[in-house]
T-cell receptor
Framework: NAGVTQTPKFQVLKTGQSMTLQCAQDMNHEYMSWYRQDPGMGLRLIHY???????DQGEVPNGYNVSRSTTEDFPLRLLSAAPSQTSVYFC????????????FGSGTQLSVL | KNEVEQSPQNLTAQEGEFITINCSYSVGISALHWLQQHPGGGIVSLFM???GKKKHGRLIATINIQEKHSSLHITASHPRDSAVYICAVLRLTNFGNEKLTFGTGTRLTIIP
C-alpha cells in the first residue's frame, strides 16, 4: 500500500513550457485534489475531483488543467508555464465519508524561469 | 481577515516544554484538521475532529465549536516535534460541496 505517489519531486521549466504533475493513490479514495503552497500563504486548492470523470475548480485554477479517467490517477497539467506558477505542489486524497482524513503526496518543487 | 488564523506564527521552546498552538476560524465548519509538515516538506494528518478532544501519544487536540477555536498541545516536547503545524477547516459551501481552508501554519522549533 504506497498511499499517494506524486512525481516528479523537482522540476525546472522555462516560461511557456508545458508539463504534467502525476498523482496516484492506491487507497480507493473518491476525493483527490491539488494544492499549491506559497511562502506566507496557506495551502490553496487548485482543482479537485470527487470521482472518476468528475472534476471541479478550486480557488486558483487558472493556468492548470486536470482530468480523472480512473479512481487512482489525478494528473495536473500546466498548459503554458509562467513564473507565477513557481510553487510547491501537493496532491492529496481522502474518502468522501468517515471524517475525510487527508493523505498527501510528498510534494513537487516547481520553478518556472 | 483570513477565515483561518493560527497563532503563534513561530514558536521556539526548550525540550520538555508543554506546547500550545491555537487555531481560530470565522465560519461554520463540519470538521477541523491538524496537519504536520516536516522540514523535508511532507505533510501528515495528525487529527480530524468535529467536537471535544482527541489524544495520540504526546499530542492532544481540542475544539470548541461555539467559540470557533481549536488548540493543539504537545506534552514533553522533543526536537523531533520541530515542524510546521497547519490547521484546516472543512465546511459546506453555498454550492453544496465541501471546502477545505488552510491556515498559514505555526513553525515550531524545539531546542535540545
Amino acid at each position: 500500500n504506497a498511499g499517494v505517489t506524486q512525481t516528479p519531486k523537482f522540476q525546472v521549466l522555462k516560461t511557456g513550457q508545458s508539463m504534467t504533475l502525476q498523482c496516484a493513490q492506491d487507497m480507493n479514495h473518491e476525493y483527490m485534489s491539488w494544492y499549491r503552497q506559497d511562502p506566507g500563504m496557506g495551502l490553496r486548492l487548485i482543482h479537485y475531483s470527487v470521482g472518476a470523470g468528475i472534476t471541479d475548480q478550486g480557488e486558483v485554477p487558472n493556468g492548470y488543467n486536470v482530468s480523472r479517467s480512473t479512481t487512482e490517477d489525478f494528473p495536473l497539467r500546466l498548459l503554458s508555464a509562467a513564473p507565477s506558477q513557481t510553487s510547491v505542489y501537493f496532491c492529496a486524497s481522502s474518502l468522501l465519508t468517515g471524517g475525510r482524513k487527508l493523505f498527501f503526496g510528498s510534494g513537487t518543487q516547481l520553478s518556472v524561469l | 481577515k483570513n477565515e483561518v488564523e493560527q497563532s503563534p506564527q513561530n514558536l521556539t521552546a526548550q525540550e520538555g516544554e508543554f506546547i500550545t498552538i491555537n487555531c481560530s476560524y470565522s465560519v461554520g465548519i463540519s470538521a477541523l484538521h491538524w496537519l504536520q509538515q516536516h522540514p523535508g516538506g511532507g505533510i501528515v494528518s495528525l487529527f480530524m475532529l468535529s467536537s471535544g478532544k482527541k489524544k495520540h501519544g504526546r499530542l492532544i487536540a481540542t475544539i470548541n465549536i461555539q467559540e470557533k477555536h481549536s488548540s493543539l498541545h504537545i506534552t514533553a516536547s522533543h526536537p523531533r516535534d520541530s515542524a510546521v503545524y497547519i490547521c484546516a477547516v472543512l465546511r459546506l459551501t453555498n454550492f453544496g460541496n465541501e471546502k477545505l481552508t488552510f491556515g498559514t501554519g505555526t513553525r515550531l522549533t524545539i531546542i535540545p
